[in-house]
């Protein structure tokens, strides 16, 4: 089997800033040029390396996620694989026809009504006249315009446009499928149907590549995954190997104010099995220091919690006391904890300190340990029951349908 | 830092030559391996640019692209023309209003003219005037919009992959509706103003399909410098608006006297401006030579030479305009 992408030591530079701007510029500085006041060639810091040695290939029927933090390099190897931008160096192969879920909405025009711009943007998108007249009523009923697709698009509101954008796009029929952060459009309602969309694509085979800072959806999609850092890859490997190198690299680059007493110290807070997990499922945590308390005051307690960063609420908290742990007095010390995490897919923080029950403060504290939890079965509220469900009789017996054929009743072609 | 041809790699082609690739940790490696089609294989240091990969597209394949994305050109023009005439009170009024604002700038021009030299003023002048001021209106106009349609359009650019070309020649055929709107009118109004049309005129066709071609060739080299110098549009705006002057659309070539209407009819947009007068309103054969009789003698003011001349233009802008083009385009994206 041939691969449907291949990225081949790709180098990918890119100038910092513009060297002239204007003919105004150019001509002062191709007089001095000439006359010989300014070497010829320019300051090599002028660039920076976008992308070093990138090679992968994307075999029919995988999905690639790509993960990293900003200015990893990720947009670029986008652009890369949709032609917008050309190698330095290095080989960029496809085979097939690239569908790009990049800027579903960006060829919209706000004078122009849905119904034109639905020509507009698929046009842009590389669709023929036909093909869109063909989909047009999927398209509308996908996104859920309806009678709004008549009125100029300066009048919807922004979900709208992203909606009638992404609607356009998942209709391409590409052989190769780039995606870029466009699962985060619309409503929960047609997050849902997107994902549903999406994911019914990738099982039909075609191969696609997906970067996302939706971790959860990187680690529910991909079958394998690469991590860009300045524009090389860290790791690569299945996506949870990859998510767990990134959270890690995100815990060593944390600095916050922590409390800390010299008496008590935290040194390390790390997950033994990696910082993903899906939730319902279990994480161990081991945290280690030292400490030199020659009069333990009676009120400190060692403790731990995991935080929901998002309300810096507690979700769940508990301390030595309650389990008969002790309060570390000399030299090194190790705790490891595991917990169950019957928590909704998300991003937490693990944190272990000592607790002053007479003051009700931190004495001192490890470092946030950020843990991201996945969605392995879905279901809606704030705890995760691991609810087994078995049907002993059913009156009548129902084929199960994936989620994207209840969305309308059309078929394409 | 050198740059070195090996003659042991010489034998690697492109792709295959990237050989500093695997194995080497990517902070690392100071030294890459690249080449071009042609064989040649040469090391440089990273810290130095390497010479990009010249991918040098044929014109087939060039055509065959832009021919494939025709529904896009389409799609391109529609939205202007939507924008342009359903916003605008005046409609297709629009059409009409640069030509005739032509018209009445050059009326006053031979008037004064003919006051200072105290010649009469011809009745057809006023009909070769409006004839001569429909090609400059579409070119002018087309050059304008065009010039910032890369630019215009750098939200898409950036983002999403199309043939880029696709959208200088929107802008320049999206000109073409109110050239034709000119021209019917022009011509729905010629018999009552005493100009009979005669056969000739069906030169008016082949003339105006090179302009559009030579056009098509100045706004592809124009959209893109403008990306890399954001001035151009200025320095076009300005040349467009006294450049008018570098064409026979206010006067005759004949009132220059032979050298001078010879230096004028030699200007890259002169045939296209004249020929319309010729075929149009004088009914001239454009594979004639045609020579008005002046005080100082007869002066050429049509030759078929002038006909090859705007062929070769034509062709030659389109070239020029889809190399510079193509070359710019791999930029494109990180420009806009």
Not at chain 2, 24 to 46: A, D, N
Request: hydrophobic letters at 45%.
């Amino acid at each position: 089997m041939t691969p449907s992408l291949v990225f081949d030591g790709v180098w990918k530079r890119f100038r910092r800033g513009q060297i002239h701007d204007s003919l105004r510029d150019l001509v002062p500085a191709m007089f001095r040029r000439i006359v010989g006041r300014e070497p010829a060639d320019h300051v090599d810091s002028r660039y920076f390396w976008a992308l070093r040695d990138l090679s992968f290939e994307v075999m029919p029927g995988e999905v690639l996620g790509i993960i990293g933090g900003n200015g990893a390099g990720k947009s670029t190897t986008l652009k890369l694989l949709t032609k917008i931008l050309e190698p330095t160096a290095g080989l960029v192969r496809t085979n097939g026809k690239i569908g790009a879920l990049i800027e579903v909405s960006g060829g919209f025009h706000q004078d122009l009504t849905g119904r034109q711009n639905v020509f507009l943007q698929g046009a842009i998108m590389g669709m023929r006249k036909a093909e869109i007249q063909r989909k047009f009523d999927e398209i509308v009923e996908f996104s859920g315009i309806g009678d709004f697709i008549d009125t100029p698009v300066k009048r919807y509101s922004s979900g709208m446009n992203a909606r009638l954008g992404f609607s356009i796009a998942a209709h391409l029929e590409p052989d190769i499928l780039i995606i870029d952060e466009v699962l985060a459009v619309g409503d929960a309602e047609f997050q849902a149907k997107a994902f549903g969309r999406v994911q019914g694509m990738a099982k039909g085979g075609a191969p696609v590549v997906l970067v996302s800072h939706q971790l959860d959806r990187i680690a529910e999609l991909c079958t394998k995954a690469i991590l860009l850092e300045k524009g090389a890859v860290r790791t690569s490997g299945t996506a949870k190997h990859c998510i767990d190198e990134y959270l890690h690299g995100l815990n060593l680059n944390r600095r916050e104010a922590l409390v800390t007493d010299a008496r008590i110290q935290f040194h390390g807070i790390v997950a033994r099995d990696g910082l993903a997990v899906f939730s319902g499922e279990q994480m161990t945590v081991v945290v280690h220091g030292t400490a030199d308390v020659n009069d333990p005051p009676r009120a400190w307690t060692p403790a731990f919690r995991i935080v929901d960063p998002k309300t810096g609420h507690d979700v769940h908290s508990v301390t030595g006391f309650q389990r008969g742990i002790p309060l570390p007095v000399r030299g090194e010390f190790e705790y490891e904890l595991t917990l169950q995490m019957n928590v909704p897919p998300g991003v937490y923080d693990a944190q272990a300190f000592i607790w002053d029950s007479e003051t009700n403060r931190h004495v001192t504290s490890s470092e946030r340990l950020e843990i991201e939890v996945f969605e392995k079965m879905q279901f809606y509220g704030g705890t995760q029951m691991n609810t087994k469900w078995s049907a002993a009789k059913l009156a009548s017996p129902v084929a199960a349908v994936p989620p994207s054929k209840h969305t309308n009743g059309r078929r394409s072609a | 830092m050198v740059v070195t041809a090996s003659a042991e790699d010489s034998s690697r082609r492109y792709p295959q030559d990237l050989v500093a690739r695997r194995g080497r940790r990517p902070s690392e490696p100071q030294t890459l391996h690249y080449g071009s089609t042609t064989g040649m294989t040469s090391t440089v240091s990273l810290e130095r640019p390497p010479k990009p990969i010249s991918r040098r597209d044929s014109l087939a394949t060039i055509v065959a692209e832009v021919w494939h994305s025709r529904d896009l050109v389409t799609q391109f023009v529609l939205r202007d023309l939507t924008i342009r005439y359903t916003q605008a009170v005046m409609g297709f009024a629009w059409a009409l209003l640069m030509p005739i604002l032509i018209v009445g700038a050059g009326m006053m021009f031979r008037v004064v003219v003919a006051t200072l030299s105290n010649t009469p003023l011809e009745g057809s002048s006023i009909a070769s005037l409006a004839a001569k001021a429909l090609p400059w209106a579409f070119f002018a106009g087309a050059l304008s919009n065009a010039t910032q349609s890369i630019i215009g359009n750098s939200n898409i650019v950036g983002k999403i992959y199309f043939p880029r070309e696709s959208l200088p020649l929107a802008s320049v055929l999206a000109q073409s509706p109110d050239l034709a709107v000119a021209l019917v009118i022009l011509t729905v109004i010629l018999p009552f103003i005493g100009v009979g049309l005669s056969w000739a005129a069906l030169w008016v066709i082949v003339v105006l399909l090179l302009l559009v071609t030579f056009t098509v060739g100045c706004a592809l080299v124009l959209s893109c410098a403008n990306l890399f110098f954001r001035d151009v549009k200025y320095i076009v705006q300005v040349a467009l608006n006294f450049g008018v002057f570098a064409t026979p659309v206010f006067f005759e070539p004949q009132m220059l006297g032979r050298k001078g209407a010879a230096i004028m009819l030699s200007l890259p947009l002169s045939p296209f401006v004249q020929a319309m007068d010729m075929a149009m309103i004088r009914g001239h054969n454009l594979l004639d030579v045609v020579t008005v009789a002046t005080k100082k003698g007869p002066v050429v003011v049509w030759s078929p030479w002038m006909l090859a001349y705007a062929l070769a233009s034509a062709v030659l802008a389109l070239y020029v305009g889809v190399r510079v083009f193509r070359r710019g385009s791999s930029r494109f994206a990180e420009m806009a």
